[in-house]
């Protein structure tokens, strides 16, 4: 009797994780976002960090979003902290928002040891589908507290180009 409440447990179990892990890939798996360290990221070596899991070359982060269509507009909407909005570069390009920067590692003294790296740094691009064309060359872009918003007002289908936007 006991093994079979075993089995059952641990079959519950192994359901529940499945259809969590089908969630995640279905509903975000878009902003699963490879960071690559650059130049300027600026990362500690493995000798200063205890944390058995920290890879330097190596991050992975959630970089969350949301878009909003109403008649005139899309707004996307994308989580990126611990950034300054000079660390972003916005493009459009065939039907697509791309989103690229490096979000640089900060040191808190010279002395003392890490015990956990969770965070990822580095360079990123994350790539947005829009749903319905777009005038690139009206977008506009602010953000603030951790969060890139951007405004596309809609168009009529046709030709597309890339555009640069900057950040406020």
Do not use: C
């Not at 079979?4 to 641990?10: F, I, Q, R, S, W």
């Not at 972003?88 to 690229?100: E, M, N, R």
């Not at 590692?105 to 064309?133: I, N, T």
Request: glycine fraction near 8%; aromatic fraction near 8%; proline fraction near 5%.
């Amino acid at each position: 009797m006991k093994l079979e409440t075993l089995k059952e447990n641990l079959g519950g179990f192994w359901d529940n994780l499945a259809e969590g892990w089908r969630h995640l890939r279905q509903s975000a798996g878009e902003a699963l976002t490879r960071f690559h360290p650059g130049e300027k990221t600026n990362m500690p070596v493995r000798a200063e960090v205890d944390d058995d899991a920290y890879l330097p070359s190596m991050g992975w982060s959630m970089l969350g979003g949301d878009m909003f269509e109403d008649d005139k507009r899309l707004v996307v909407r994308l989580e990126v902290p611990g950034m300054e909005k000079e660390d972003l570069d916005i493009q459009i390009h065939d039907g697509t928002l791309l989103v690229s920067g490096e979000k640089r590692f900060e040191r808190e003294s010279s002395e003392g040891r890490w015990r956990v790296m969770q965070r990822a740094y580095g360079s990123f691009r994350r790539a947005v589908p829009l749903r319905v064309p777009v005038k690139a060359d009206q977008a506009r872009a602010s953000y603030r507290n951790g969060v890139l918003r951007v405004e596309l007002p809609k168009r009529e289908p046709g030709a597309a180009k890339v555009v640069s936007i900057n950040v406020r």
